[in-house]
């Protein structure tokens, strides 16, 4: 075999990329990445990244945390493999399924583990229609979501992300509904309140359900903020108002916190610092914080009786994975939660934040900066060609795909998503290493904003 010499070029010609445009592939090369430092990803040539987006949100304790390579290391010596079925399980993962349910909102629950936050996704609305059709309700099926909403890329997760490229594959499937997106500086009418606005997602919720029946709907997946979306934290009231309507329906409410769980937000959990209480937790990324491929269902106490309940009726639950619950994951996710909470890093991301929003409030005073929002750790500035119409540039001009390239030349990652850049640092940034991430996000904004403006 003729072996392509540059790392660039193995990596084209032997790899497939997900979520990547390949034309930038094809004219600036992969970075092929080999080791971290604090923060910082390295690159084959030897140059410094500062990842403004945590790996992919999850590496929230840097590259190279000590502590937890010791756990990691430490479990593979101790048992390095086994799976939680046939009612066999590690003794690590009755301990992380406790230390779950002890750090989660609910007072009792019990914890189901995947590898993955889409797999996660897919085993709740699997259990859904399992435990409706075990009380009698097996049309109970469908499932609701917004516009916007990431949930994962398995058919029935990608089914429940509100996104139009999925259409390539033909889905959504039958029976996943889209509401509208919270986002009121985006979605807001003219002359509409914020307190309008809810009220009119409110009302489209109750006609949905009108619609349907509420004994068709399964479920109810949000996310607290909108991750991949492009960071959109919530109308304020949005839950406040759309919870009280799911309980009356009997239709429960899941919190998808593969991004906001363990600190983004500055507290543990989104559905925290929103001020609600969901019906179960979504969990994976900052749960191992990236150290390990894992994700989680957290069933809060009514979901996890009335799924108990099901369980017996049918003596199975004839679902998992053969890596759910594997021990060595299992203790890198309790040395991720004690790291996190106990090493002050869900400090930092709170002390940081006021810091964090004060860049982006000046930041946002440039002309083609629409609007910048987020929360804790996790934030967009959003490009706009025009400033008081909120008009977006041309796609073709590929605004914020240029600006996070730039970025990337100037040693910094960032995500662009649709018009906006989105930063989302591991909680161990220093204020030293955040005016570092704006100088040169700065930087970068000033040259493409120059050039297409
Ligand atoms: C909110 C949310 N849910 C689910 C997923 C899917 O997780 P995974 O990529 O581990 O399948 C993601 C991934 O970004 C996510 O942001």
Redesign the pocket.
């Known amino acids: 075999m003729n072996q392509p010499q540059s790392w660039e070029a193995r990596a084209e010609e032997f790899s497939l990329y997900g979520f990547t445009d390949m034309p930038s592939v094809h004219d600036r090369g992969t970075v092929v990445v080999t080791h971290g430092e604090g923060p910082y990803v390295v690159d084959v040539h030897g140059r410094r990244y500062l990842d403004a987006n945590s790996g992919?949100?999850n590496m929230v304790a840097g590259f190279d945390h000590k502590g937890m390579i010791d756990a990691a290391k430490a479990q593979y010596e101790r048992f390095p493999g086994y799976h939680a079925f046939f009612g066999r399980m590690s003794d690590q993962t009755v301990m992380l399924s406790e230390k779950l349910v002890e750090v989660s909102p609910f007072a009792s629950g019990k914890v189901f583990y995947t590898n993955?936050?889409?797999?996660?996704?897919d085993t709740m609305v699997k259990m859904l229609w399992f435990l409706h059709a075990a009380e009698g309700k097996p049309q109970k099926r469908k499932i609701l979501t917004r516009w916007n909403?990431?949930?994962?890329?398995?058919a029935v997760?990608a089914s429940m992300t509100g996104k139009p490229y999925n259409s390539v594959f033909g889905l959504p499937m039958e029976g996943f509904i889209h509401l509208t997106c919270p986002h009121y500086w985006r979605f807001g009418e003219k002359d509409e309140t914020e307190e309008q606005f809810v009220a009119r997602l409110a009302r489209e919720l109750e006609d949905v359900i009108a619609r349907e029946g509420a004994d068709t709907i399964a479920g109810f997946f949000a996310?607290p903020v909108q991750?991949?979306g492009g960071v959109i934290p919530p109308a304020k009231g949005y839950f406040q108002a759309i919870l009280p309507i799911l309980k009356k329906h009997d239709i429960p409410m899941i919190s998808?916190?593969?991004?906001?769980g363990f600190g983004r937000t500055g507290n543990t959990w989104g559905a925290e610092t929103y001020g609600f209480m969901p019906d179960a937790i979504?969990s994976?990324?900052n749960l191992t914080a990236g150290f390990f491929?894992m994700?989680a269902v957290i069933l809060g106490p009514e979901l996890a009786k009335r799924v108990g309940d099901a369980v017996e009726a049918i003596e199975e639950f004839p679902h998992g994975f053969t890596a759910s619950g594997h021990p060595v994951g299992c203790a890198i996710a309790l040395k991720a939660i004690d790291v996190v909470m106990n090493e002050g890093l869900a400090q930092n991301v709170r002390d940081l934040a006021p810091r964090f929003e004060q860049e982006l409030q000046r930041l946002a005073q440039k002309p083609n900066i629409g609007e910048y929002r987020g929360v804790g750790f996790m934030w967009a500035l959003e490009a706009v060609k025009d400033k008081a119409t909120k008009t977006p540039f041309d796609g073709k001009l590929s605004v914020s795909e240029r600006i996070a390239n730039t970025c990337t030349d100037l040693g910094l990652i960032c995500r662009p998503l649709g018009q906006s850049v989105v930063l989302a640092p591991p909680f161990i940034l220093t204020a030293a290493q955040m005016d570092e991430m704006f100088q040169k996000l700065e930087a970068a904004l000033d040259k493409v904003f120059a050039e297409v403006a």
């Open positions: 992919l949100w993955s936050g889409s797999e996660a996704n909403a990431y949930h994962g890329v398995t997760s996310e991750g991949a998808d916190e593969v991004i906001t979504i994976s990324k491929p994700g």
